[in-house]
């Protein structure tokens, strides 16, 4: 079937997820899972994310941000408050950062972090670029020799823009892109403008690990809610792969599972 070319129909309703029957998905090592809400999503990730916890002594984790991760974070943290689970032998490494946020602004994503995850639970360390740097490709290239000596990144956690980018990997970048500063699209800044209480606040560039940096992750999980999300993940399916979407990278990398709501994902299902 040719890749541009989905017939999707459903072959397994579990509880409550519905998991696509599609060929291309299939050779693609790709699965599709659509819940009734992103609460349950994130519950059936959790439950792969602790068995690998619990698998291991050490696991490293790649780590993002934004909306599409709270209510992970969340789950995670209910885990680990409620049921006692460890997270020492988790060690981190965030995706991206902006560039001219210290640690301590309430926007960077090393504040983010610490509130939604670090802060609450035991891991054993969490990396992230950095926002301030004398020299980019310097900084950029230390936090690439980091993730190697811990081993590679065993489980990516992604969203998806709604310009189709994975980590800043702006539509233009690359499926080799390694960790490298970024200009950031008009769309991604407009999409954050809210959060830093206007377009004016957010900053112009950002610290991001590359396509290539990304897909190297053994395994990948990539989140998607709501109906804002739902035309750029269709096209980063099942259009071909191209720099202009980056997320489309995703169709061959060969162990990524796709986690959406009704709203990302309900086109599947008809
Ligand atoms: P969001 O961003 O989770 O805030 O929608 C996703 C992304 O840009 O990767």
Redesign the pocket.
Known sequence: MAKNVLEIGYREIILSKVICDSEVLDEAGLTLEVYPSREEACRAVADELVAEIRDRRELVLGL?T????LPFYRELVRRRQEEGLSFQGVVGFNLDEYEGLSPEHPESYYSFMQKHFYGQVDARAGHLPPGIYQNAAQACAEYETKIREAGGIDWQL?????NG???FNEPGSARDSRTRRIELDER?RL?AARTFGGLAHVPRAALTMGVGTVLEARRIVLMAWGEG?SEILHRALLERETADLPASFLQSHGNVRIVTDMGAGGWALS
Do not use: M, Q, V, Y
């Not at 992604?158 to 709604?162: A, S």
């Open positions: 993002a934004g909306s599409t991760p992604l969203g998806i823009g709604g980018h994975i980590a991604t999409d999300k």
